[in-house]
């Protein structure tokens, strides 16, 4: 029996799409004139179907309650959808896909590969167009899809959203069972491989949201090279609990007859990534150490790890520049220009930032894991620590089951660091204050009575008294990062002379701090 048209009875049924239907009511809009909104087909109304597609708290707790963990079978049925949209395994190859995963450093690797070939583009003309593709986003959605490391514009990400929703529906017509949309993530996966097709790039690469082997980016048969960055323990519900399962499941972007990178790993990790590679026929794999070529290349936090992670960068560049470019020549000895440039220019927003306003210097890392949160302690430390003025600590974690072990990690790394306590420490959520005007922060996955009554915060304020604070530290719980931020901003009317704030924990928390700072709309 073919599906009915999309209109606000089809939209409400089922529980997830209702979320936005009952969003609708609370501020007084009528079901008919929420159709009509739809109806336009505006970037609003593309964000709004997609949150729709959010997977909701009560579903995501009875999957962790059952133990109910990601498998093959969902990027099965994104190969569908996939073919649904009118593309083969043989239109994802144009795309000449760079695949990166990791738990440290993945987000930083993929901004310095697309530097680099920006830099590249602009001299040789090759790539034609550089596309990139990453997670989460900080302020807005049309972020995680980016063309010439510029977000795609909001009437573009409108246009191609409708076009992929549109067969999707097309094809569910035909079907004699309901089919469902893909999941939020997997939707905005299948939407840029149609943004990149369409718009013709020739070399895209892509993040892993989580893990690797049933991670929806993972449906790329022939990528140009996969790229492994530095492992460690993260996302352990989904992954498992040790590093050896965790690198199976990122080991598993490799494919046959592709040539992998990976850099210097703990021996357990390594391990496993040696052995999926030899598994899955790899034609190379080759284990990184510092490039010697970055010697007087200026790296932003210049920090072993992070040469690292450029170095990995080089090695993704090349092979994939030796693919495009029949006249580019790797240099044992020496990096092309166009690869410092890129290296030294590139920005990626939310980590490791620092901003300065008056006299408060903003520092700003969305560290959410044990080993990146250590990193940004220090970081913090050695970029404040000789300078003279109150230190303030803004932290938030609400989605992971690990959030007060982050929190406690955290405040190890503090004292491990220095003894100079932060003298105010604020808890809050990053739930924007108005659902409707900031579409794209929506968050269906919390629990929203939690978050409305604060319980994380208070925990994490208990916690962190309990962990022994100096008494001087005052510990605030406040309703929005809007509050933090003017709470910090008070500080110097009570006759702070400088103010040091380090906001972390969480990209969501960075991105909503950012934003309200900035008065952006995306980044």
């Known amino acids: 029996m073919p599906r009915p048209p999309l209109g606000m009875h089809s939209l409400c049924r089922s529980r997830r799409r209702s979320l936005i239907c009952d969003i609708y009511k609370q501020h007084g809009i009528s079901s008919r004139r929420s159709f009509a909104v739809l109806a336009s087909r505006t970037y609003e109304d593309a964000v709004d179907l997609l949150n729709t597609l959010q997977t909701p708290f009560e579903a995501l707790k009875k999957q962790r309650d059952t133990g109910t963990r990601p498998s093959e079978t969902a990027n099965s049925e994104l190969r569908k959808y996939l073919d649904q949209t009118g593309y083969s395994q043989r239109d994802l190859d144009r795309l000449n896909v760079i695949h990166v995963a ?29 596309g990139l593709f990453t997670s989460p986003h900080l302020i807005a959605i049309r972020e995680r899809i980016r063309i010439n490391s510029v977000p795609i514009s909001r009437e573009l990400f409108a246009k191609y959203f409708f076009e992929v929703w549109d067969r999707l529906e097309a094809a569910a017509s035909k079907s004699e069972v309901p089919t469902p949309k893909p999941v939020y993530f997997r939707y905005l996966t299948l939407l840029s491989y149609h ?43 989904t992954l498992g609990k040790t590093i050896e399962e965790i690198a199976w499941h990122k080991a598993g972007i490799q494919k046959k007859g592709v040539p992998s990178f990976t850099v210097s790993q703990v021996p357990a990790a390594l391990t496993v990534v040696q052995e999926r590679a030899k598994e899955r026929d790899v034609e190379s794999l080759t284990v990184l150490a510092e490039d010697p ?118 405040f190890k790394a503090i004292n491990t660091q220095t003894s100079v306590p932060f003298d105010h420490v604020i808890f809050c959520p990053t739930v924007p204050s108005d659902t409707l005007s900031y579409r794209d922060s929506m968050n269906l996955s919390t629990d929203s009575a939690a978050v409305a009554a604060l319980e994380m915060q208070k925990k994490f304020a208990k916690r962190w008294r309990e962990l022994g604070t100096a008494p001087s530290t005052t510990i605030k719980v406040l309703p929005s990062v809007e509050d933090a931020i003017e709470y910090i901003r008070s500080l110097k009317q009570q006759g702070e002379p400088k103010v040091h704030a380090f906001i972390t924990g969480s990209v969501h928390l960075v991105g909503r701090a950012l934003g309200i700072l900035e008065g952006v709309e995306a980044l």
Do not use: M
């Open 102 to 130: 990791g738990t440290k450093g993945k987000g930083s690797t993929c901004a310095f590969v697309d530097s680099i070939l920006s830099q590249y583009r602009k001299s040789h003309d090759i790539p034609r167009n550089v």
């Open 293 to 410: 070529r970055l010697k007087g290349v200026s790296i932003r936090l210049n920090a072993s790890f992070q040469r690292l992670n450029a170095s990995l960068a080089i090695a993704l560049a090349e092979t994939v520049l030796q693919k495009l470019d029949p006249d580019f020549e790797v240099h044992a000895t020496l990096l092309p220009k166009e690869f410092v440039h890129g290296l030294e220019q590139v920005l990626w927003r939310g980590r490791c930032e620092t901003k300065k306003e008056g006299d408060i210097t903003w520092y700003l890392d969305g560290a959410h894991t044990q080993d990146s949160i250590t990193l940004a302690a220090k970081w913090f430390h050695d970029e404040s620590f000789e300078k003279p003025g109150a230190r303030v600590l803004i932290f938030n974690q609400q989605g992971h089951r690990e959030a007060v072990e982050l929190l406690e990690g955290l």
């Open 195 to 237: 943004v990149f097709l369409q718009e013709k790039v020739d070399t895209a690469i892509y993040e892993v949201g989580v893990g690797g082997e049933f991670d929806s980016t993972n449906i790329v048969d022939h990528p140009a090279v996969a790229g492994i960055s530095t492992l460690g323990i993260d996302h352990v519900f």
